[in-house]
């Protein structure tokens, strides 16, 4: 049997020194000038100087006495208080060295240094501006006065008055609707850009809400580096139709990104997505496989985007998918919400962390969409297609449940009412 020596026998390890002998020759003294501060910087001892109490001996009257025996008024009601309350109408001579304290300091374009007006300078010397903060930079003073003064200048008057009733505000709105409606008040070449008067409109565009979409909820991200291994200058068709896969581990979520292996499974991917016909009973979906790259963290999450829309300008060539007999849609601008705005940046790779039903490789293909599925996309399609959708809400049961009968229609399944989802085998 073998016994392993432990390192814990040998309790104090011993050291054996070996000092070098003393130089030969007595050291020499050499006079280099340098600077002291190669050295210390004072900066070291701001905080021992910030911990240190001064030793102050502050009397009663805080070290500025007042000899309150000059003025007998004080003490005596009979005597003379001119002295304390001078008469307005005849005040005592104003020393020379307090007249300043009397000035404007923003009356005049030249500041005061120190209580003491600086004589003016001859020359043509740009006065500085009035109000300039404590402790600012002095690079642009003289530019953003100048700005300044040529802003105040260019301000106009607004009108003094403004009619805002009920009947003006409706007068208004008429009057609006009369010009864009109204050929002979309608002109484009009026129109002009808020913020650049040179531009003007060269065509106009009804503005509806795309129906084809609005039952599909859309986010919008943004990478702090584009995606994928290909460098910026080459165009990466794949980035498009990439997939983002809500993930979780150790309570932290985040998002698994995956794309295509190469390009041409992404444009045929994209092209079955365009074509929108769904595969027969007898035939096998074509899948496209899209693999894992890597994870993404949120950074900034925005709930509510009310300023930002997803835009579609249409010149009436394009036919709709809803309508069965492929009805060309009207010139226009078709427009969709953006439910949530997300910033994302890369995730740092742990080989430790325990991840939860994570996937390498994802199949996905098109298959028919269930009767629930197309029962919700109806609901989310009447908001837009349903005049009477508004009234139909209110007639909505208590538990939720929409009322057929007030409704006044039914949600065709069968052979004509099958859409197209998404299926996706997992490896």
């Known amino acids: 049997m073998s016994l392993r020596k432990s390192k814990l026998d040998l309790l104090v390890r011993v050291r054996y020194s070996n000092p070098l002998p003393p130089p030969p020759c007595p050291p020499k003294l050499l006079d280099i000038p340098t600077n002291s501060m190669r050295y210390a910087r ?39 208080d001119s002295a304390l309350n001078p008469d307005p ?57 100048v700005q300044r003064s040529s802003s105040i200048q260019e301000m106009k008057p607004l009108p003094q008055h403004i009619d805002v009733s009920r009947p003006a505000q409706l007068r208004d709105i008429e009057a609006s609707f009369a010009a864009c409606n109204n050929p002979s008040q309608f002109d484009l070449s009026t129109l002009r850009h808020p913020n650049k008067p ?20 859309y986010d919008l991200f943004r990478f702090s580096e584009r995606p994928g291994e290909k460098p910026i200058d080459v165009e990466d068709p794949r980035l498009d139709c990439a997939i983002l896969r809500p993930m979780e581990s150790d309570g932290d979520h985040f998002l698994a990104y995956y794309l295509t292996k190469d390009d041409e499974s992404a444009l045929e991917f994209k092209t079955r997505r365009q074509d929108g016909a769904p595969p027969e009973s007898d035939e096998e979906p074509k899948t496209t496989v899209f693999h894992f790259v890597r994870d993404y963290e949120t950074v900034k999450i925005e709930q509510e985007v009310p300023n930002e829309f997803l835009l579609v300008i249409d010149e009436g060539d394009t036919q709709s998918n809803l309508s069965s007999g492929g009805e060309e849609r009207v010139k226009g601008a078709y427009y969709k ?7 994302l940046k890369k995730k740092r790779t742990n080989t430790q962390e325990a991840y939860v039903d994570k996937w390498q490789v ?19 399609l009447a908001e837009v297609t349903d005049p009477a959708f508004l ?18 229609r039914e949600v065709p399944i069968g052979a004509d009412g099958d859409g197209g989802g998404v299926m996706a085998d997992i490896f």
């Open 362 to 380: 994802v199949h996905i293909s098109h298959v028919p969409m269930s009767k629930e599925e197309l029962d919700e996309r109806e609901e989310l």
């Open 337 to 343: 919400n953006i439910e949530r705005k997300m910033t």
């Open 89 to 145: 109408d005849n005040l005592p001579p104003l020393d020379p060295k307090d007249r300043f304290l009397l000035g404007d300091p923003s009356a005049s374009s030249t500041p005061y240094t120190n209580g003491v007006a600086p004589p003016s300078a001859s020359g043509s010397s740009t006065p500085l501006p009035a109000h300039v903060s404590w402790l600012r930079k002095t690079e642009y003073l003289s530019r953003e006065g």
């Open 42 to 80: 004072p900066e070291f001892l701001n905080v021992i100087a910030n911990d240190t109490p001064l030793p102050m001996i502050v009397d009663a009257e805080c070290g500025m006495p007042l000899d309150l025996g000059r003025w007998e008024c004080l003490w005596d009601e009979d005597a003379d």
């Open 391 to 408: 009234l139909n809400r209110e007639d909505a049961d208590a538990d939720g449940e929409i009322d057929v009968d007030a409704v006044g």
């Open 198 to 217: 040179s531009v003007t409109a060269v065509e106009s565009y009804e503005i509806y809400p795309d129906a084809d979409i609005w039952a599909n909820a």
